[in-house]
């Protein structure tokens, strides 16, 4: 009884991919075949590093899949962000360090951070969308996810349509750290996408300051330059 019950619901209100908007099936967990195939993969490559050459000093720097406007890594961390569709969030975390691991060239950290979301905005959202991609990193990886050592002071305007100096200028000073129990770690600091960095840049540099021994970044997407 009760499983017909639950394929008469699956019926009227079936579970949709958030890439193509198609029903999912059995065996297809939060997306489809067809987009976890087509998802627009970065090259295990240096590539994310070199942005950041020359601004701040990193372990590792790695991005998953690729953005474009109006593609499949926008729609997915559309629904991330504004749908709240944290297990979505997980599960790309949990492939995003599959995929690192199976390259054999990334370091295991000791622990993982978020990019922490100033209070009103979380009390607005109610929830931080790089913490469910770090929840799915950390759980892959088999270590914690630490969201009280590091905070953001200060309220940044959003990033959107912001040069690059303006997007520093805009998140220059907003975090710090609440203790010294990061002091000589490897911590992996996680975004939801990297368009200049300078989030990540300016939280990274934070942290090193405060005394973490190495740094390596990871974001979902990033945005083609």
């Given at each position: 009884m009760k499983s017909s019950i639950n394929d008469l619901v699956d019926l009227l209100f079936p579970n949709c991919c958030p890439g193509c908007g198609q029903p999912l099936v059995a065996g297809e967990r939060h997306l489809c075949n067809s987009c976890e195939l087509d998802l627009p993969l970065f090259a295990l490559s240096e590539q994310i590093l070199?942005?950041?050459?020359?601004?701040?000093?990193?372990?590792?720097?790695?991005?998953?899949?690729?953005?474009?406007?109006?593609?499949?890594?926008?729609?997915?961390?559309?629904?991330?962000?504004?749908?709240?569709?944290?297990?979505?969030?997980?599960?790309?975390?949990?492939?995003?360090?599959?995929?690192?691991?199976?390259?054999?060239?990334?370091?295991?950290?000791?622990?993982?951070?978020?990019?922490?979301?100033?209070?009103?905005?979380?009390?607005?959202?109610?929830?931080?969308?790089?913490?469910?991609?770090?929840?799915?990193?950390?759980?892959?990886?088999?270590?914690?996810?630490?969201?009280?050592?590091?905070?953001?002071?200060?309220?940044?305007?959003?990033?959107?349509?912001?040069?690059?100096?303006?997007?520093?200028?805009?998140?220059s000073g907003i975090f710090a750290v609440t203790n010294d129990s990061l002091n000589n770690k490897h911590i992996l600091l996680v975004d939801d996408v990297i368009t200049t960095g300078a989030t990540l840049e300016a939280c990274g540099q934070t942290l090193l300051d405060a005394g973490v021994a190495s740094l390596s970044i990871a974001a979902l997407a990033a945005a083609m330059l």
């Open positions: 070199d942005r950041f050459a020359g601004r701040i000093k990193l372990a590792e720097a790695r991005a998953y899949i690729k953005f474009y406007h109006g593609g499949l890594a926008q729609k997915l961390l559309h629904s991330i962000k504004y749908k709240n569709n944290q297990e979505l969030g997980e599960y790309l975390g949990k492939m995003f360090i599959a995929h690192l691991q199976n390259s054999g060239k990334f370091g295991k950290p000791d622990v993982v951070i978020p990019i922490p979301l100033h209070k009103s905005k979380l009390r607005v959202r109610g929830y931080n969308q790089s913490e469910a991609l770090a929840r799915g990193m950390a759980n892959a990886l088999g270590i914690s996810v630490d969201t009280t050592s590091v905070i953001r002071v200060k309220k940044s305007e959003t990033q959107t349509k912001k040069d690059r100096a303006a997007r520093w200028q805009n998140v």
